[in-house]
């Protein structure tokens, strides 16, 4: 299990091991208060993703992979989940600006 | 594990995330089930009955558990009451803290580029300290 860097790599693949297996397929967000961190981790138990940030932009981000998570996991795999992942590009092409700016 | 309703779950869920604020941390765990067993789902398959699945959100701080299912139809108000519980709960996270320092450094760039802007503020400024 490696932490995955790339906020983009992590959400394609995650969707990519949900589609893969979905029933078999969890996502946990745990979040520690006192140490200001917040971990996602996407797993089918064979293959384990995780994501680590302790940034409050990046919870915006995660806002939108629940979007992404629930519509996948309530109309299932086949759920067309453009509308909820590009929802706001405008937002989206700002972090990724953002990110540009900052490296 | 208790299974709550979706809106007495995220009462839940918020006091945990009240709770665990000085020390300890809080899972949530979303997966997709139907919430049948192994055998009922067989049963199911043979009839050829359609599966409804839903989306079963757990939450743990440690001590206790608890678990709500969103179905398709509550799945768009539950997304965003979360989200709100999240946003409330999450500010421990830093904010900006690099593009701050950036914008500082492009500050301390911009009146070369911008020797009016520069002017118009150090006037300010200076008109302010007088008054």
């Known amino acids: 299990m490696v932490y995955v860097d790339s906020w983009d790599e992590f959400v394609e693949r995650s969707v990519q091991l949900f589609r893969a297996d979905p029933s078999a397929t969890r996502y946990v967000m745990k979040y520690r208060h006192c140490e200001g961190k917040l971990v996602l981790k996407v797993t089918d138990d064979r293959e384990c993703l995780k994501f680590k940030t302790d940034q409050a932009q990046d919870a915006k981000k995660m806002e939108k992979l629940n979007n992404i998570v629930f519509a996948l996991m309530t109309r299932g795999p086949d759920a067309d989940i453009s509308e909820v992942s590009g929802k706001e590009p405008a937002e989206q092409q700002q972090s990724k600006k953002g990110r540009g700016r900052r490296q | ?131």
């Open chain 2, 1 to 131: 594990m208790v299974l709550l309703q979706p809106d007495r779950f995220l009462s839940e869920l918020t006091s945990m995330y009240e709770r665990s604020t000085e020390k300890g941390s809080v899972w949530v765990t979303m997966k997709r089930s139907s919430l049948k067993g192994k055998a009922q789902l067989q049963k199911m398959e043979k009839k050829g009955k359609e599966v409804e699945y839903r989306c079963l959100v757990r939450a743990s701080d440690g001590k206790k558990s608890i678990s709500t299912s969103v179905s398709l139809k509550e799945y768009a108000k539950f997304q965003a009451s979360y989200a709100t519980v999240l946003k409330a709960h999450m500010h421990a996270l830093k904010k900006r803290e690099r593009k701050d320092r950036k914008k500082a450094a492009d500050a301390e760039k911009a009146p070369e580029t911008v020797p009016k802007k520069q002017k118009k503020s150090s006037s300010k400024k200076s008109s302010g300290s007088k008054s």
